[in-house]
């Protein structure tokens, strides 16, 4: 599926860009999140991961299995790969100084390796018993252990008091998932109070990505190209109109993962793959997706290439006359703030940075070299 590579790499551009303005004292509001409640389009960044991480999973189990995997071959590279992933993250989180008294813990690669082998052993373990070329999700179980999960988070977030704080709180400080932060992870936090990757909030994560399992049983099902089509829009428009429905009742909310959240960005997310199928694989209109192709066949290269490249950039410093300043300052200084405005400028050199970790990505995909984890 060229979409769902396309697609993906889509997910990474954005992912850098927004990650890497010139100066975060002006950024367009697209390209920041959402202070707490609502959303933005970059708060649809992280959950788009999860979803693939879904899609790509069933579409993955079921072609190993066809080349002679078993089960308890898929599950042990589950459980290697979803080390692997939490490793990556751990090491990003510390790279340069690796202090372990306050590195974080949680962070992006850290939930996408907790959902995945989470999500990846439930499929495998309620998978159909039929033989390799008739693997098949059970798609009931997946949708009723996702409601369970949105119901779940909802009911501990609106109905456990928290110590000092009271029942049914919902900001920063005073919910459920930051005190319990705070009891497991203190000191190793993104904020003092509270980590937008916490433990409680991986709860309704595992939801987003199981969400895309079902999508990807939807797209290997015998049904015609046009049937997947009109049905990732319409069933994802539908999901995300009811999403947004039930804000009033349980905020959509990144920072918390709220159970509307999974349910808005997982509409949002078939709705998007959907018109990504259209275009690339139905139609066949692929070079202009190129540059989101090389992101995505190398996603975790792409990813932890930007990661290394923006914390080197803030941390090692270059003298600039009578003072030091970090290289990320030197290069925006000199070479961007003078050219435009503060927010065109700031966007000028987050595009920069996109393209700068778009050539090693490049000359990886040239060369035909895809780093799987």
């Not at 080349?67 to 590279?77: F, S, V």
Request: charge should be positive.
């Amino acid at each position: 599926m060229v979409s769902l590579d396309i697609f993906r790499g889509m997910t990474i551009a954005a992912m850098i860009l927004v990650n890497d303005p010139g100066t975060w004292s002006a950024i367009y509001w697209p390209l920041d999140h959402a202070e707490w409640n609502g959303w933005t389009p970059t708060d649809l960044i992280f959950p788009f991961f999860l979803f693939i991480v879904g899609v790509s999973m069933t579409l993955s189990f079921a072609a190993r299995l066809r080349r002679g995997a078993t089960r308890g071959q898929l599950a042990r590279h589950v459980a290697i790969r979803s080390l692997a992933i939490f490793a990556i993250g751990l090491f990003l989180n510390g790279f340069p100084y690796f202090h372990l008294a306050t590195i974080r813990y949680a962070g992006v690669l850290q939930r996408i390796a907790v959902c995945y082998l989470i999500a990846g052993l439930l499929v495998l373990a309620t998978a159909k018993r039929a033989d390799r070329e008739a693997f098949q999700a059970r798609i009931g179980v997946i949708a009723a252990v996702i409601a369970a999960l949105l119901i779940g988070y909802w009911a501990l977030m609106r109905f456990v008091p928290v110590p000092g704080y009271g029942v049914g709180r919902l900001d920063p400080d005073g919910n459920l998932a930051a005190y319990i932060d705070r009891l497991i992870m203190h000191g190793h936090t993104w904020r003092p109070m509270w980590d937008p990757e916490g433990f409680l909030s991986t709860i309704p994560a595992i939801g987003t990505a199981l969400s895309g399992v079902l999508v990807g049983e939807w797209l290997r099902s015998a049904r015609t190209p046009q049937r997947k089509f009109a049905g990732m829009v319409t069933v994802g428009a539908v999901v995300l109109v009811v999403g947004r429905l039930l804000h009033p009742f349980f905020p959509i909310n990144k920072n918390l993962w709220t159970s509307t959240f999974v349910i808005f960005t997982a509409g949002f997310a078939m709705v998007v793959l959907g018109l990504c199928y259209w275009v690339a694989d139905l139609r066949g209109w692929r070079k202009w997706a190129m540059p989101f192709l090389v992101f995505g066949t190398n996603a975790i290269a792409a990813y932890a290439i930007s990661a290394l490249i923006a914390k080197s950039s803030v941390v090692f410093h270059v003298n600039a006359g009578n003072r030091q300043t970090t290289w990320h300052g030197y290069v925006y200084t000199n070479f961007f703030a003078t050219l435009a405005q503060p927010k065109n400028a700031s966007l000028s050199f987050a595009i920069f940075f996109v393209l700068l970790c778009f050539v090693p990505a490049w000359l990886l995909y040239r060369r035909r070299v895809f780093i799987r984890v």
